[in-house]
């Protein structure tokens, strides 16, 4: 359906285009949609960015950065060279009017090339701090308005680095931007699998009467990382894994799998529903922080047989740093659905394998009739490696005995026989003719900051943090976190073996 919405002619204008994610997501992705025919031929890129480039520079780096990815589709001949003649770059100080104003010149040449409106997309692609001040000079120059054109802005995480500090940029960006032309960017959301959890609950009448607190045990969502710091000290020291990861892409999540039926697949009803989830989350008192939340740090280990150091040995991280790189928390939903069923979401760094996962665990069979005990049912959707879904559930083995074994029911997406697009490729398209049904609105990071903020205050407040901290590292790189985290799961429960 979304292939069948082409976008009117425009303009992309990536702020940072020099950067890490413009070379090795954003460039790949918008070639693999032009490649596809999905931009029409009236479609051109401007690089914007603060290293003096000219525009072959610039052509030269991008069609270096197509050939080194490993994202790009097989490249047809020719398309290279024809990609090739829609770049421009432009560069300048981000605090000056310099910049916007060539920016704002590219955009009349674009008009001039393609005819038509002068409809640009803004994607910020730059570190936070730059957030306001490119925002605010695309206002000074006019480019934020749409009486010759859409103008909208595209905004990469992280949006904010507390709830004061979200609100604050939040009236910032709105002072040049109305909320219809922002789109907060969250890769997560783009991935075929969490678009196939509203798909499979809302699409089969088999799964959503079994969706809520009569049949629902709890909910497991893990995203586990093997990799360290690779590099992102500076980043990472500042953000740690709350910022990083739970506050932003395990929320989205957990919010998409809690939330109502929408009245319709369109972008107000379904974020209309995911607010009310995460306004229905039980508030965490500062006293009851430590009972449903588990914060750690990765120590020295053993990762795919080759030893690894500790966090506080990677480049560039101060010794005594107690930067969190896990979180577990549990959480539950004051609602009629979910009443009583906890949540449970967890991320770290040095885990043993890359994975995301979403898993709806069931509540056993009221009758115990079998010898043995039974297992409780799983529904998995992977969101990556291998997105696809699964179903566990006991059955019988052969013979005269009637013994019951756990089973699996799996579903690939290499079903269909078609590669999966990158979730850059949909989250650019959907940007492109105005669809904003997965990015977050404001009203939800609001909330999604409200919800980790009082987290982040008791761990951050904690006596002697800097001189002592918390008794850092707490678990072995190429382990599935600290002890503390199994406890949080109770008696009954236990994390998934992924």
């Not at 054109?149 to 507390?162: A, Q, S, Y």
């Not at 607010?275 to 989350?281: C, D």
């Amino acid at each position: 359906m979304r292939r069948n919405r082409a976008p009117e002619p425009a303009t992309l204008v990536i702020f940072g285009a020099t950067g890490d994610l413009s070379r090795r997501k954003l460039l790949p992705a918008v070639f693999g949609l032009w490649q596809d025919g999905l931009l029409g031929s009236a479609f051109n890129i401007v690089g914007v960015g603060r290293q003096e480039m000219t525009d072959e520079a610039f052509k030269d780096y991008a069609i270096a950065a197509l050939k080194e990815s490993k994202e790009t589709d097989a490249i047809q001949p020719g398309s290279l060279e024809k990609f090739r003649d829609l770049l421009y770059y432009e560069y300048g100080d981000f605090a000056g009017d310099e910049v916007y104003d060539l920016v704002g010149k590219e955009l009349d040449r674009a008009e001039e090339a393609h005819g038509g409106r002068k409809n640009a997309l803004f994607y910020l692609s730059t570190p936070p701090s730059l957030f306001e001040p490119i925002s605010n000079g695309l206002g000074r120059l006019g480019l934020a308005d749409q009486s010759e054109g859409w103008r909208r802005l595209v905004i990469e995480k992280p949006f904010g680095r507390d709830l004061a500090s979200a609100r604050e940029l939040n009236d910032a960006i709105h002072k040049v931007w109305d909320e219809s032309q922002v789109y907060r960017i969250d890769h997560y959301l783009g991935k075929e699998t969490v678009q196939n959890l509203m798909a499979i609950r809302f699409g089969n009448a088999i799964f959503e009467p079994l969706w809520n607190r009569g049949y629902v045990d709890h909910v497991q969502i893990t995203a586990s990382e093997d990799l360290g710091l690779e590099g992102r000290a500076g980043y990472y020291e500042e953000a740690g894994v709350v910022r990083d990861m739970l506050q932003n892409h395990l929320m989205q999540l957990f919010a998409l799998t809690a939330m109502e039926p929408p009245a319709a697949f369109d972008a107000d009803a379904i974020r209309d529903e995911k607010v009310k989830v995460l306004r229905a989350v039980k508030e965490i008192p500062s006293g009851r922080v430590k009972s449903v939340a588990v914060r750690g740090q990765y120590g020295p280990g053993t990762m795919y047989g080759e030893k690894v150091t500790g966090y506080r040995e990677e480049p560039n991280v101060k010794p005594g740093s107690v930067t969190p790189t896990y979180v577990a928390l549990k959480l539950e939903v004051d609602n009629w659905r979910w009443q009583g069923v906890p949540f449970f979401l967890r991320t770290g760094k040095r885990l043993p394998k890359k994975v995301t996962e979403i898993a709806v665990v069931f509540k056993r069979p009221p009758l115990g009739i079998f010898p043995g005990g039974l297992e409780r049912n799983v529904l998995a959707f992977r969101i990556q490696p291998d997105e696809g879904v699964s179903l566990k559930f006991s059955s019988k083995t052969p013979g005269q005995e009637m013994v019951l074994r756990e089973v699996v029911m799996d579903f690939r997406y290499d079903a269909f026989g078609a590669q999966l697009e990158s979730p850059y490729s949909r989250l650019l398209l959907d940007a492109m003719v105005g669809d904003a049904t997965l990015f977050p609105r404001e009203d939800e990071v609001d909330l999604a900051w409200q919800i980790v903020s009082g987290i982040l205050d008791v761990w951050e407040a904690e006596p002697g943090r800097r001189e002592k901290g918390p008794d850092f590292p707490n678990y072995t790189s190429g382990t599935w976190g600290p002890d503390e985290a199994d406890e949080l799961m109770g008696d009954d429960r236990r994390w998934r073996r992924l």
